[in-house]
């Protein structure tokens, strides 16, 4: 039974690994970005996932990721997604910068899930973790679960760094510790830019590469959302 339940473990740790080594091709990176554009829209759509227009409007930038788990006792997550910065003078986004993640956990877990998250970096502070290599939500930088309904402003704690928008898709239980981390994915940035040794600081801050068309239709849904009403 201990050998069976290492080889399954193994097995899926192998999984993720094999899948996240790969080299992406332009044209799946540019789906990455569309794949952004619509777990935005299907967070805005459900009412009760929906960032509310005034602190959509108001953040300094925005993580867009699809993160998988899967587990049994022992837990992988891995995933892919984008972020982007917004320029403080003329409130234009940025071109989008890819990233990626992973964690390990260890607990009662057994499942599949997909989850789709939105992280809205609302002070200096957040947008200062993006600089760094590698970086932790909740420790790089302070954060919450998002708020959301009327009055969603005022819920938020003035020194929140990143409010965090979430919807999961399949099932998975369980009762576990996790430590996860957000990376700069080099690889990819290279890649979609053509650029060798482009950083997430060249693409989000230094802005050295221009907004990419692939990137029109997700700059246009958040500038839709976060004009809202007005």
Not at 51 to 70: T, W
Not at 116 to 123: A, E, H, W
Not at 147 to 164: H, Y
């Amino acid at each position: 039974m201990r050998k069976m339940l290492l080889f399954m473990v193994s097995g899926l740790i192998m999984f993720f690994m094999a899948a996240e080594s790969g080299a992406a091709t332009r044209r799946q990176l540019t789906g990455r970005i569309d794949d952004a554009e619509q777990y935005v829209k299907d967070l805005m759509e459900a009412p009760d996932t929906a960032i509310p227009q005034e602190l959509l409007s108001q953040c300094r930038g925005i993580v867009i990721l699809r993160q998988y788990k899967a587990g049994f006792v022992f837990g992988v997550k891995g995933g892919y997604g984008v972020a982007l910065a917004r320029d403080e003078k003329t409130r234009e986004w940025s071109a989008p910068a890819f990233i990626k993640s992973g964690e390990g956990s260890f607990g009662f877990q057994i499942g599949g899930q997909a989850i789709d998250s939105v992280f809205l970096i609302m002070n200096r502070e957040g947008m200062e973790m993006l600089l760094k290599t590698k970086f932790k939500i909740g420790v790089d930088a302070s954060a919450a679960a998002g708020p959301v309904g009327r009055d969603a402003e005022a819920k938020v704690g003035p020194g929140t760094a990143i409010l965090v928008y979430s919807r999961a898709k399949g099932l998975y239980a369980g009762a576990a510790f996790e430590g996860g981390f957000l990376l700069s994915d080099d690889e990819a940035n290279e890649t979609f830019y053509d650029k060798k040794h482009i950083s997430i600081k060249d693409i989000l801050f230094e802005k050295i590469v221009a907004v990419p068309s692939e990137a029109g239709a997700l700059i246009k849904t958040l500038e839709k959302y976060e004009n809202a009403g007005k």
